[in-house]
């Protein structure tokens, strides 16, 4: 499986963006897929994630209300639409999938496949 993330860039405080997660070599509708963004010096950290039935099952904190995740099944392709960006929201965004077909992840360790990032930054 091989994920391709696109969609970030240059962006001013309140703008939006959206990001893409193309899913290659396996079918996305049988896979948990999540996005992760890491910003220099920090930790990956785990914003949302959909479960591999559907269903978007987590948002962190800092980006409820601001960012949606959705999924396509049919163009095999993972969305994150961001609203309200911060400065705060500048990072490399990673999307993710679960280690298998029919397999979940609550975790950073437990992600079997990732995109290769795409940063965002997001100008005061």
């Known amino acids: 499986v091989q994920l391709q993330a696109s969609g970030g860039g240059l962006v001013q405080t309140g703008g939006s963006l959206r990001l893409s997660c193309a899913v290659f070599g396996g079918t996305l509708s049988i896979y948990g897929m999540g996005w992760f963004r890491q910003a220099p010096g920090k930790e990956r950290e785990f914003l949302a994630k959909i479960n591999w039935r559907g269903g978007v099952t987590y948002y962190t904190d800092s980006v409820k209300g601001r960012f949606t995740m959705s999924r396509d099944n049919a163009k095999n392709t993972v969305y994150l639409q961001m609203n309200s960006l911060k400065p705060e929201d500048t990072a490399v965004y990673y999307c993710?999938?679960?280690?298998?077909?029919?397999?979940?992840?609550?975790?950073?360790?437990?992600?079997?496949?990732w995109g290769q990032g795409t940063q965002v930054t997001v100008s005061s």
């Open positions: 993710a999938a679960g280690s298998g077909p029919y397999r979940d992840f609550g975790a950073v360790t437990e992600v079997g496949y």
